[in-house]
Nanobody, 121 residues
Framework: VQLVESGGGLVQAGGSLRVSCAAS????????MGWYRQAPGKQRELVAT???????NYADSVKGRFTISRDNAKNTVTLEMNSLKPEDTAVYYC????????????????WGQGTQVTVSS
């Protein structure tokens, strides 16, 4: 299983960034996907999730500013981040939750390597 993030970088406060995750080795269409982040000295926290059916969930701190979406044809999940704040600075991790299918020996939770997002004030 591979989750490869891209699109992080440096942006000024108020700006926008898009991070994407390309998944392979999982049955993407039935997997829940998400983005988590970890700032220095802090625990990893949920940013946004999207179910296989497209239902989304957001942390209160990003509601109205961030949008998660998925493209099942391309096996990608994207996080659009607008009105960025310095407190959004963190390493952003892609997450996949593939349902367990015992007969196929499949299922599990997977993480990408992370991509750095830095918001300057």
């Amino acid at each position: 299983v591979q989750l490869v993030e891209s699109g992080g970088g440096l942006v000024q406060a108020g700006g926008s960034l898009r991070v994407s995750c390309a998944a392979s080795g999982i049955i993407f269409g039935i997997s829940a996907m998400g983005w988590y982040r970890q700032a220095p000295g802090k625990q990893r926290e949920l940013v946004a999730t999207i179910t296989s059916g497209g239902t989304t969930n957001y942390a209160d701190s990003v509601k109205g500013r961030f949008t998660i979406s998925r493209d099942n044809a391309k096996n990608t999940v994207t996080l659009e981040m607008n009105s960025l704040k310095p407190e959004d600075t963190a390493v952003y991790y892609c997450y996949a939750d593939e349902p367990k299918i015992p007969l196929l020996g499949r299922g599990g939770e997977y993480w990408g390597q992370g991509t750095q997002v830095t918001v300057s004030s």
